[in-house]
Every structure is written in structure tokens, then in C-alpha cells.
């Protein structure tokens, strides 16, 4: 392994180097930026589609890009494969002292636990006055909105801010979800009556407001509010991609359609994978 290793650090330098691609050469840790996210992405994507193969080849692209920064930092003298390689084993040794020191943990909610009590000491160690920062820390701004609002609902909930995990709980949440419906729909109403820049920004925060309770809702029932959107969202596409092949197959399109035709393709899509429910527009 270790050889296959020293091979593709070789391959990046060569390609970084000179006579090497005119592409690679000209990257930045900015212009690289996008890259990286569209490849962790796409990681994503093989791993629910349960495809190992492609998922071997997408790892090694998220892979490429961890040493296509290394390589990028090695020649500015900021730091090398190397850097990355120790400071991750450092950091790996340092946050799991259950298993490589003397302590001990009852299970994984403890050692979640744990794991934020040693970054908030490290924290406090790095800042030279003991101040370890706030609990929301680490959590990108760059994350889309909806797993940023996820993370820092957590994040909080580490530190005791969060609803009772129990039935009066539970009630609290779906009440919350309630009044925040009835603001957006007292901003909307405010809006149709008189549309001006500061209504439709009200109507747009109370929008926000709502969507972080609906994630504050898939939290206390355990789900993860970006897969649930994600496995809703291909959902759709697979149910409307089979009512575009349907409409075809009748030797017309969508757009000649009337909503209750396409509502009727919709539910026809929808037995085809054995779902139920209502129409289209209801129950996407």
C-alpha cells in the first residue's frame, strides 16, 4: 500500500510540475473549491445507490483532491502530505482516549460526548487564554442550508438547549411547527395586501423559520432532515421521469396535459413502486 501511496503522490507532483498538465498547474486551493463538493457528493450518491465499484472510484476522487491541496501546499512551504497524514493520526489518538489511553466510555452517545469535550479543550488550548469559543463552532457556513441548520441544532442540543425527549416534547415541536405556519401565513396575507421590500423579506424570514422547526421536528424523531429531503427529492424525479415516459408512450407531453391527467400518470408512477397516497400536487 505504502508504495501505491508514494506511486500517486509521484503522479501529482508530476502533473503539478513542469512539462505536467497545463490544468492541473494552474489550480488553487479557490479555483479547487467546487471540485470537492461536487466529488464528496457524488460519493454520496454511490453509496445509496449501494453501487461498491463506482464507489471505489469516487472515494479515490475525494482522495485526489486531499492530495491535490497537499501538493498545492508543499509548494508554498505551508505543509505536505505528510502534515496531513500526522496531524490526522494526532488528532485520531487524541479523541479516542477509550481506546488508546485509559479511559473508558458506556456507549456511543458517550463517547459523542467525549469527542466535544476534547475539541473544546483543544479549542481552549489553541486560543492561549482558555477561552474555548462557542458550542456552534466548527459548524461550516458553506454547508447547504438545510444540514447547516441540522449541525447547529445539535450542536446546541450537546450543551442542553433542545426540546424534552419525551412525549410533552414531542408536542412542544409539532406546536412550534403550527405557529410557524400560521406567521407565514400572516406574512403572506400581509404581502398580498401590500408587496413592498420589507413584506416579502418578512414573509422570506418566516419562511426560514419554519423549514429550521420542520428540522428541528425530523431531529426529535431521529431522522437526518437532509436524507429524508434527498430520498424525497429523487423520489420525485424517478415518479416524474416515469410520467414524462408514460405521457410519451401515449404519444403526448406534460405540457399538453390537464393536472387532473397528470395526476392520474402520478399515481399510476406512484403503484409502480408500490407507493400510495394523493395526487401531485398534494403528496409529492
Known sequence: MSERFDQIIKIMARLRGEGGCPWDRKQTHESLKPYLIEEAYEVLETIEAQDDPKLKEELGDVLLQVLFHSEIGQERGTFTIEDVLETLADKLIRRHPHVFGETTVSDANDVVHRWEEIKRQEKADRSGNGDAGSALDGVPKALPALLRA???????????????????????????????????????????????????????????????????????????????????????????????QSAKARGRTLADMTLTEMDGLWDQAKAAEGATGDGIVVQP
Open 150 to 244: 441540522y449541525q447547529l441544532q445539535v450542536r446546541a442540543a450537546r450543551v442542553g438547549f433542545d426540546w424534552p425527549r419525551d412525549e410533552a416534547g414531542y408536542a412542544q415541536v409539532i406546536a412550534k411547527v403550527h405557529e410557524e405556519l400560521h406567521e407565514v401565513e400572516e406574512a403572506r396575507a400581509d404581502t398580498a395586501h401590500q408587496e413592498t421590500a420589507a413584506t416579502r423579506q418578512h414573509l422570506q424570514e418566516e419562511v426560514g423559520d419554519l423549514l429550521f422547526t420542520l428540522v428541528n421536528l425530523a431531529r426529535v424523531v431521529t431522522v437526518n432532515p437532509e436524507e429524508a429531503l434527498r430520498g424525497s427529492a429523487n423520489r420525485f424525479a424517478e415518479r416524474f421521469t416515469h410520467m414524462e
